[in-house]
Nanobody, 119 residues
Framework: QVQLVESGGGLVQAGGSLRLSCAAS????????MGWYRQAPGKEREFVAL???????NYADSIKGRFILSRDGARNTVYLQMNSVKPEDTAVYYC?????????????WGQGTQVTVSS
């Protein structure tokens, strides 16, 4: 089992910055990647960013160039630095971790943290 605890959400003005953290604990040996999804009211959950064990990162086009995902391996924590935020970034942000099988890849989710961007 893998446990994920998120922190850092809150209210921020448009153009400002915010940093989200996600601390992982438990069985971490087979983690493939970690990252973030978000879900705005009335919308489906969407991919934001991921980072692999070898620090390769991938970003959604909507946040590319504004958000930076980093990983602290010693603390088993990933950070999402959100810069130049926009009202459309308002959502509940969910941290995830994917674990390799066998028998199959399993995805763990955090409880979510609210980010609200005011215009």
């Amino acid at each position: 089992q893998v446990q994920l605890v998120e922190s850092g959400g809150g209210l921020v003005q448009a153009g400002g910055s915010l940093r989200l953290s996600c601390a992982a604990s438990g069985r971490l040996l087979n983690i493939i990647d970690m990252g973030w999804y978000r879900q705005a009211p009335g919308k489906e959950r969407e991919f934001v960013a991921l980072i692999t064990r070898d620090d390769t990162s991938n970003y959604a086009d909507s946040i590319k160039g504004r958000f930076i995902l980093s990983r602290d391996g010693a603390r088993n924590t990933v950070y999402l630095q959100m810069n130049s935020v926009k009202p459309e970034d308002t959502a509940v942000y969910y941290c995830y971790a994917r674990e390799s099988g066998p028998p199959a890849i399993k995805t763990y989710w955090g409880q979510g943290t609210q980010v609200t961007v005011s215009s």
